[in-house]
């Protein structure tokens, strides 16, 4: 999302640069020379790359409306006793999300899983059940 409302703009001011964009979860190869430039999401720490953050995330669970009427969600302890839906892409996982609130999540099964980081949401607002 911040990378397209820009992308005109920059072919306007750089018209002699050959932009080519890819989207994949898999790192690329710098020594092909055919790429410059990865945007990558996640935590800084890769070897033998420059790293510049664009911007910071702010990670929350979402739930449905009609769901929390019913199943209140106070603190992320609270989270525990639900069916947590959770993508299967190593972005971000809700053992990393409950480690930063504090809160072991080792001993939670995680049934319910998609593949994509944007299923989720998508699962969570139809009431999707594993």
Known sequence: ???????????????????????????????????DIDMRHG???????????????????????????SHPVRTPQDLLAHRLIYSETQLVQWKQWFGRTGVSAAHKTLRARTCRSRLPHSASALRLKA
């Open 43 to 69: 935590y800084a720490n890769w070897r033998d790359i420059e790293v510049r953050t664009l911007r910071n995330e702010f990670i929350a669970p979402l739930a449905s409306t009609r769901y929390l009427e």
């Open 1 to 35: 999302m911040w990378l397209l409302p820009r992308l005109e703009s920059f072919q306007q001011a750089n018209g002699d640069i050959q932009l080519n964009l890819a989207c994949s979860y898999e790192d690329v190869s710098f020594t092909s020379g055919y790429y």
